[in-house]
């Protein structure tokens, strides 16, 4: 999501002194002793053999994907304003959507720890899932729980919320406490869009959003109010608690039959190094959904926004082993995620992998496999909505500087 770069240029004088080996900086061209433009790159590839999901539906298939393909670009024009611009290849893989596009466009005013504002096209507060990104997450394929309305989208403007999670609006954000130990994010959005014609929302109402986190051990540092799956053992003992909300009246189902949607997650992020012997990393999620429209939106035709009702959870646990072998470390997990709608039928799925990590979520490979029905099933939330158990092997690449 392009969140590190302008850390990596900050950080850049200090690293050597704080042994931080996760930071690195990008291009940066300084204009003046207050002006400076700065430049990134980030990809991510991955293969999949998936089970009965060949085009007979007879054989495992064979899929190369581009799953992200990132520039990033931000500046400072004066002490107090900045900005911050970053393009994907958004749907890769999918010709239908696929297309270079707009992924951040957020101009900010940045005036101390405990107030500052960011506006344009930005990430919506949401659980740490949404906000660590994919470049971020402790495991490649990180979505697996239900979308709140801007990652569920896929377009901007009429019929739609957002898409990879953003919207435009403005947040404003901060810290105070103990080093920053408590830590919010609140703001405003266009949320779902709709036309005179069709969809729910005809009153034009706004989403509300908003996260609070509370560092009992270390204070993760990040840019802003962005987030990470874990650091690899590099940020001490972390044990960090967080809640998020977005509300949006009108905010799902149809023209016919609309609902107000609410959405509520709450995350924890526990992570310890321990020396001679690796590090633990545990990422936990929870979410409830109440989109409060009638089973009968299923069935109205176009204009149909059908966001999930009900809760899930993800658990993941990783352990980083001290060694380095050849470039890298090796990092094994087991993964668990449960999905309960409440009108549709359940899903869940089961994940173990090995991540090699060559230079933390600067260079990442990871194998693992997958087994459930959460594939298959995806985010058809309908009543009746069907699918089998499989399993899918995974090879994937991470590179960004």
Same mark, same amino acid.
């Given at each position: 999501?392009?969140?590190?770069?302008?850390?990596?240029? /900050?950080?850049?004088?200090?690293?050597?002194? =704080?042994?931080?080996?996760?930071?690195?900086?990008?291009?940066?061209?300084?204009? &003046? #002793? @207050?002006?400076?433009? +700065?430049?990134?790159?980030?990809?991510?590839?991955?293969?999949?053999?998936?089970? &009965?999901?060949?085009?007979?539906?007879?054989?495992?298939?064979?899929?190369?994907?581009? &799953?992200?393909?990132?520039?990033?670009?931000?500046? $400072?024009?004066?002490?107090?304003?900045?900005?911050?611009?970053?393009?994907?290849?958004?749907?890769?893989?999918?010709?239908?959507?696929?297309?270079?596009?707009?992924?951040?466009?957020?101009?900010?005013?940045?005036?101390?720890?405990?107030?500052?504002?960011?506006?344009?096209? =930005?990430?919506?507060?949401? #659980?740490? $899932?949404?906000?660590?990104?994919?470049?971020?997450?402790?495991?490649?394929?990180?979505?697996?729980?239900?979308?709140?309305?801007?990652?569920?989208?896929?377009?901007?403007?009429?019929?739609? !919320?957002?898409?990879?999670?953003?919207?435009?609006?403005?947040?404003?954000?901060?810290? /105070?406490?103990?080093?920053?130990?408590?830590?919010?994010? !609140?703001?405003?959005?266009?949320?779902? $869009?709709?036309?005179?014609? +069709?969809?729910?929302?005809?009153?034009?109402?706004?989403?509300?959003?908003?996260?609070?986190?509370?560092?009992?051990?270390?204070?993760?540092?990040?840019?802003?109010?962005?987030? +990470?799956?874990?650091?690899?053992?590099?940020?001490?003992?972390?044990?960090?608690?967080?809640?998020?909300?977005?509300?949006?009246?009108?905010? +799902?189902?149809?023209?016919?039959?609309?609902?107000?949607?609410?959405?509520?997650?709450?995350?924890? =992020?526990?992570?310890?190094?321990?020396?001679?012997?690796? @590090?633990? @990393?545990?990422?936990?999620?929870?979410?409830?959904?109440?989109?409060?429209?009638?089973? /009968?939106?299923? @069935?109205?035709?176009?204009?149909?926004?059908?966001?999930?009702?009900?809760?899930?959870?993800?658990?993941?646990? =990783?352990?980083?082993?001290?060694?380095?072998?050849?470039?890298?470390?090796? $990092?094994?997990?087991?993964?668990?995620?449960?999905?309960?709608?409440?009108?549709?039928?359940?899903?869940?799925?089961? #994940?173990?992998?090995?991540?090699?990590?060559?230079?933390?979520?600067?260079?990442?490979?990871?194998?693992?496999?997958?087994?459930?029905?959460?594939?298959?099933?995806?985010?058809?939330?309908?009543?009746?909505?069907?699918?089998?158990?499989?399993?899918?092997?995974?090879? !994937?690449?991470?590179?960004?500087?």
């Amino acid at each position: 999501m392009g969140k590190r770069f302008q850390l990596r240029v /900050a950080l850049l004088a200090t690293a050597s002194l =704080l042994g931080a080996s996760q930071v690195h900086a990008g291009g940066k061209i300084s204009i &003046d #002793e @207050t002006k400076w433009v +700065s430049i990134g790159a980030g990809g991510r590839v991955s293969f999949a053999a998936k089970e &009965d999901s060949s085009p007979n539906g007879d054989s495992w298939s064979n899929d190369f994907n581009v &799953d992200n393909a990132r520039i990033y670009i931000g500046g $400072q024009v004066h002490k107090y304003l900045k900005f911050e611009l970053n393009t994907d290849c958004t749907f890769c893989g999918n010709s239908d959507l696929e297309e270079f596009s707009l992924l951040d466009a957020i101009a900010k005013v940045e005036i101390n720890q405990y107030f500052n504002i960011w506006a344009g096209r =930005l990430l919506v507060p949401a #659980e740490r $899932q949404e906000l660590n990104g994919p470049f971020y997450s402790s495991t490649h394929d990180a979505y697996k729980t239900p979308f709140f309305p801007s990652d569920f989208s896929v377009k901007f403007g009429n019929g739609g !919320a957002g898409v990879y999670a953003r919207d435009h609006g403005m947040n404003i954000w901060g810290a /105070a406490g103990p080093e920053g130990a408590f830590q919010y994010v !609140a703001g405003v959005f266009a949320g779902l $869009q709709s036309s005179s014609t +069709s969809g729910p929302n005809g009153d034009d109402n706004p989403l509300w959003a908003a996260r609070l986190a509370y560092n009992f051990l270390e204070v993760e540092k990040n840019p802003g109010y962005y987030t +990470s799956g874990g650091y690899f053992g590099g940020a001490g003992d972390i044990l960090t608690l967080a809640a998020a909300i977005q509300y949006q009246e009108d905010g +799902s189902g149809s023209m016919m039959n609309p609902g107000d949607f609410f959405g509520l997650a709450v995350d924890l =992020l526990f992570e310890k190094p321990i020396t001679d012997i690796g @590090t633990i @990393t545990v990422n936990g999620e929870y979410k409830y959904f109440d989109s409060d429209y009638d089973e /009968a939106a299923f @069935t109205d035709g176009t204009g149909v926004f059908p966001m999930f009702s009900g809760n899930s959870f993800s658990l993941v646990g =990783l352990f980083l082993l001290p060694q380095t072998v050849g470039i890298g470390q090796f $990092q094994p997990y087991v993964r668990y995620t449960g999905v309960y709608p409440e009108d549709s039928s359940d899903r869940d799925e089961f #994940e173990a992998g090995l991540n090699y990590v060559i230079d933390g979520y600067n260079a990442r490979v990871a194998l693992f496999y997958q087994y459930g029905d959460i594939a298959t099933k995806g985010l058809n939330y309908a009543p009746g909505a069907s699918g089998d158990d499989i399993s899918a092997i995974k090879l !994937a690449i991470q590179l960004q500087i």
